[in-house]
């Protein structure tokens, strides 16, 4: 017995109701209860209230009680790790993948010749500032794909959050490490340090880009897909 769109719009508000905002996950959880309350009508020959079957598929996907009467809080992280777990493997990949294709390979050796060119010829001070441009041109990108993905409007998503916070991982990771550049303060690495350091970081730094760039287009996919199915 196939439900109807009031009985399946039911569903989705009680999930959301219960603590399930974002509308990605709510669609995961969604097809799996519809799918499971349908067979049990079909079983039950529809003799059981659809709303007690309901909830017992709550119940069986991980619905408790709790003081604002029931929800799925164990549940609503599991899919965010979940989500995570998926999208950190993916991002390891791409970053993998970097070294396994020849062209990037010639794209960062020619890179390292630039800024080793750029360290001789500059005053080491010229250079600490051209380093920084380098590291923090990646922000252009991101200000346009969150634009271009804000602008689209599609609401609470597990899988757009994390798109775009992987493609933004590196500045978090490396931009301690990027404000101890400089020739003045207490707490700077030493001048000598600064040329192996920074031929270190600049490129690592692109690298965890590209790989964020390969999260962010995975994760917009999904979310596009999804999205198709919610509106269908």
Request: glycine share 8%; charged share 20%; no cysteine.
């Amino acid at each position: 017995m196939e439900l109807t769109k009031e009985q399946i719009q039911f569903i989705d508000h009680r999930l959301e109701k219960e603590g399930i905002k974002y509308w990605d996950v709510r669609i995961e959880m969604l097809a799996h209860i519809v799918s499971g309350v349908e067979e049990k009508l079909k079983a039950e020959n529809t003799q059981y209230e659809f709303k007690g079957i309901v909830q017992d598929a709550f119940v069986a996907l991980g619905w408790k009680n709790n003081f604002n009467g029931g929800g799925f809080d164990d549940l609503n992280k599991q899919g965010w790790k979940n989500a995570n777990k998926r999208y950190r493997k993916i991002y390891h990949q791409g970053f993998v993948d970097f070294f396994k294709n020849y062209l990037s390979l010639l794209v960062l050796g020619v890179f390292l010749l630039g800024i080793y060119f750029l360290s001789e010829v500059l005053l080491h001070k010229t250079f600490l500032k051209v380093s920084y441009s380098i590291f923090f041109s990646p922000a252009v990108l991101y200000i346009y794909l969150f634009y271009k993905t804000w602008k689209k409007k599609y609401g609470k998503s597990v899988h757009r959050d994390y798109a775009l916070t992987y493609l933004l991982l590196s500045f978090f990771l490396l931009n301690g490490v990027m404000n101890f550049m400089t020739i003045d303060g207490d707490f700077a690495f030493p001048i000598t340090y600064h040329k192996p350091i920074l031929f270190f970081i600049l490129p690592l730094h692109l690298i965890l880009v590209y790989a964020g760039y390969g999260v962010y287009k995975k994760g917009m996919g999904k979310v596009e897909h999804m999205r198709k199915q919610r509106l269908s």
